[in-house]
């Protein structure tokens, strides 16, 4: 059993304290730019290089978050950031940009490289390409479930997620925020539309459909050290010093007492901010928020609501008693009411409660507690009977007291181990220092007194009171394993002087420890490549999965056919794949083909977990017995071609990717990037742009639907407060939804200006359209060629936008 890194956020420097005191073995944070949380306060340049060398002090490592995707304009500039970050010493980087690793590995190649969740590396092809560039670690999604990992193989670490918030969409795949409110995630500055509510098209009831309760792995720590996980991850740069104080040292404590059978209380867990816990895809265990924000630790019900006061019912299991000043949160329906309790409660048995005598317990562990509190509103017309509602603590005053003992009398999880050596040199005092750091590096160093020993005129110094005086360690993590004084007690220094000795050792330690992770800073600059546009023959290409849009398309170079579901309802299904059924589609539609002079290219699933993987395989061989083979679009490297789902977004990407023919770029970006890319590419036959279609906005492994709502007559849309439908179609695996966006993404009068700059490959996305949906390419055909018919386009595409371009 190996315990694994426990990986603590840290969103500023007051957290940094925190974490390092709280037990974290390592620590992930941002600097102002390229990081996934641009709204944290995260860190200039000077303070990281404070941050590095403090938390190297402590053993603690440093890991970068530069996750987000970086534009052509931008590559430049993010170089000589991560040079900047090499040059302080920091253990690795957190990416997303395909591109961005491949110039690491070309400028900056003794740069650790840690792959980002944003990568969604959900299988073992993408896990051996990760590889194949160097990267060191990969933070797998938070959708792969444990017997999936446990079969990964594979030299690089691994790394997971075990507590704090859930995204609906797998990361790096949710363009919601970008396309809902033009504030991209995968650019850092996701505005969290998945925590407003929405309804489904046939149930009345707007719910959080898209916010899941918050993953804790808590309680099956054992469990995860038996699996090959290097790192364990806690999330939240952006949360409160009590949620990260609270919560990395309970997880401290649990992975120190591993082998203990004892089962770990986790009420100072609930307490700190949670959605409510789950075991999220791990266990496969996932639920539905009931609220978008805090929800603490469920204690009780109402058994009695007046208008002054209520009586809970308390939980049995339930050991922490509200106090004066704690917060209590009430639900009931849809609605919730929270207040501090002003009063200390009464605490009485259901028994006295229902004779009316309300005495109080002096027991606290007796069960069928009642507790009677004095109910206060910030609104005060809020009187409701709020009998049978569950009731929620929120705060807890007397954490704070644990939290300040964390932030101000923890300690380091691993001490540097400090022999000092004493003597004297001609009589001056000469003090000698052995280092280990734990990552086994020695730090020697030595300084000499400026004042020489003396004849007593008293008293001389001891030995003993030399060591007395050298044991003390002042601010610095260490741990003294040996004094030695080669000194015969004899003299005399005063021992501010021998105080002195110390102080100035530690400091030179401090700045050697420091300079020992320390590079040399090289300025970096790209050679970009100036194109010339030339006049080349203009293609497009369409996305189906409608076999009948096969038999009527025209003017086409390619076409992109994904199989649709066998079973398109809003009910996921198990792992369980029609063989069948998926190769008499793909035998159908190459035969609706002959004949064509468009390309037929079999389009994956963008998310393909390894059982699913084996079963496009089989099926792939299959078809080649049958002399039936087409070319693959996939983002897991094993393609010709690349869907936007790949987040290109420059130059650098494309030109890694060096066995794909034709690449999308990703539809995020702004019509600017779109210049910068062509303006600097070397290859433009290769690039694609999507330029009309419902853009896909959410790829998920969670449910829309729980219990009874599954057996509800229920539409495949999805409908936010302002009445915008997002249609949802479930994926081939039958495990995932793909949510699209209800507006289609129209650039057809961009077209012309597009053409001008040098693209010659454009894509319409046709999956789930209307049987005539087709007859857009004749109009794009015709844009092509200088008339434009917004109308026409309308009729098949009546809500079109721009706005991202």
Excluded at 77 to 105: H, P
Excluded at 146 to 164: A, D, P, R, S, Y
Excluded at 430 to 439: E, G
Excluded at 514 to 530: C, G, Q
């Amino acid at each position: 059993m190996k315990i694994p890194e426990l990986l603590a956020p840290v969103g500023s420097m007051e957290h940094l304290k925190v974490a390092i005191n709280a037990g974290a073995s390592a620590i992930y944070l941002s600097g102002k730019n390229y990081g996934a949380r641009k709204f944290a306060e995260n860190f200039t340049l000077e303070e990281m290089e404070e941050a590095v060398n403090a938390a190297h002090m402590h053993n603690v490592k440093v890991y970068v978050t530069v996750n987000t995707l970086i534009k052509e304009s931008e590559l430049e500039s993010v170089m000589n950031y991560l040079s900047k970050l090499y040059e302080m010493g920091v253990d690795a980087v957190l990416v997303q940009d395909l591109g961005l690793i491949e110039l690491i590995n070309e400028y900056l190649p003794n740069l650790k490289i840690h792959a980002s969740t944003q990568l969604t590396c959900e299988n073992q092809l993408k896990v051996n390409y990760l590889e194949s560039k160097g990267i060191k670690r990969v933070v797998l999604p938070r959708e792969m479930r444990k017997e999936e990992i446990e079969k990964l193989k594979t030299n690089m670490e691994l790394e997971i997620f075990v507590h704090g918030a859930l995204c609906y969409s797998y990361s790096g795949q949710c363009l919601l925020s970008s396309f809902k409110g033009g504030r991209s995630g995968n650019r850092g500055t996701c505005a969290q539309p998945c925590r407003q509510k929405y309804r489904i098209d046939g149930i009345k009831k707007h719910d959080y459909y898209l916010s899941p309760s918050d993953l804790s792995l808590y309680n099956h720590l054992k469990e995860i050290s038996e699996l090959n996980i290097s790192c364990i991850k806690i999330e939240g740069r952006m949360r409160s010093k009590e949620y990260l104080a609270i919560t990395v040292s309970n997880y401290r404590k649990a992975l120190n007492r591993l082998k203990s059978k004892k089962k770990f209380d986790t009420e100072e867990i609930d307490l700190v901010f949670n959605r409510g816990f789950s075991e999220g895809q791990f266990l496969n265990k996932s639920k539905r928020s009931i609220r978008a924000g805090h929800i603490g630790l469920k204690i009780g019900r109402v058994i009695k609501s007046k208008k002054n006061q209520i009586a809970i019912r308390l939980n049995d299991f339930i050991s922490t008693i509200p106090e004066k000043g704690d917060g209590l949160l009430v639900v009931k329906n849809d609605n919730d009411y929270g207040f501090e309790i002003s009063q200390d409660p009464i605490i009485t048995t259901l028994n006295h409660f229902q004779k009316g005598k309300n005495k109080q317990v002096k027991d606290m562990t007796r069960k069928n507690k009642v507790m009677i509190v004095k109910k206060v509103w910030q609104n005060k017309k809020e009187d409701f009977n709020l009998n049978e509602s569950d009731v929620y603590l929120t705060k807890r005053n007397s954490l704070s007291k644990k939290v300040k003992e964390i932030e101000n009398k923890g300690s380091s999880y691993v001490k540097s181990k400090l022999i000092l050596t004493f003597s004297l040199k001609n009589k001056f005092p000469l003090l000698k220092a052995r280092l280990t750091l734990a990552n086994r590096k020695e730090i020697n160093a030595e300084v000499m007194g400026d004042t020489p020993f003396e004849e007593p005129l008293k008293k001389s110094v001891s030995v003993d009171t030399i060591k007395k005086q050298l044991s003390k360690l002042d601010k610095y993590p260490y741990q003294i394993t040996q004094i030695n004084v080669n000194y015969d007690g004899t003299l005399f220094l005063p021992i501010r002087k021998i105080n002195e000795l110390r102080r100035n050792l530690f400091e030179k330690l401090e700045s050697e420890i420091a300079d020992s992770y320390k590079h040399e800073y090289r300025e970096i600059k790209l050679n970009l490549f100036e194109n010339t546009p030339e006049d080349k023959p203009i293609n497009l290409s369409f996305y189906t999965n409608n076999l009948n849009h096969l038999k009527n398309i025209e003017n086409i170079k390619r076409v992109y056919l994904e199989i649709p579901p066998d079973d398109d309802s809003l009910v996921l299904s198990k792992d369980t794949y029609n063989l069948n059924y998926m190769v008499s589609f793909i035998k159908q539609a190459i035969e609706l083909s002959y004949g064509k002079e468009y390309e037929l290219i079999w389009k994956w699933p963008d998310i393909v977990h390894d059982s699913l993987f084996k079963a496009l395989n089989k099926v792939r061989g299959i078809l080649n017995k049958m002399h039936y083979s087409l070319p693959i679009m996939s983002n897991a490297f094993n393609g010709e071609y690349g869907p936007y789902s790949m987040n290109i977004s420059n130059n650098a990407s494309i030109d890694s990717l060096e066995n794909y023919r034709i690449l999308t770029l990703s539809p995020e970006l702004r019509k600017e990037d779109y210049e910068n890319i062509i303006e600097h590419s070397r290859n433009p036959d290769k690039i694609e742009m999507l330029v009309q279609g419902s853009v896909e906005l959410m790829k998920t492994r969670y449910p829309i639907l729980y219990g009874n709502e599954t057996k509800k007559d229920c539409r495949n849309y999805l409908i936010d407060n302002k009445n915008n439908r997002y249609s949802i179609h479930k994926s081939i695996s039958g495990e995932e939804l793909t949510i699209f966006d209800g507006s289609e993404l129209s650039l057809i009068d961009k077209i012309d200006h597009l053409k001008e700059i040098g693209f010659r490959n454009f894509s319409i996305d046709g999956r789930f359209k209307d049987d005539d949906y087709y007859n857009i390419i004749n109009m794009y055909d015709k844009a092509l060629n200088g008339c434009i018919n917004k109308k026409e386009l309308e009729k098949y595409s009546p809500k079109n936008t721009n706005a991202n371009f």
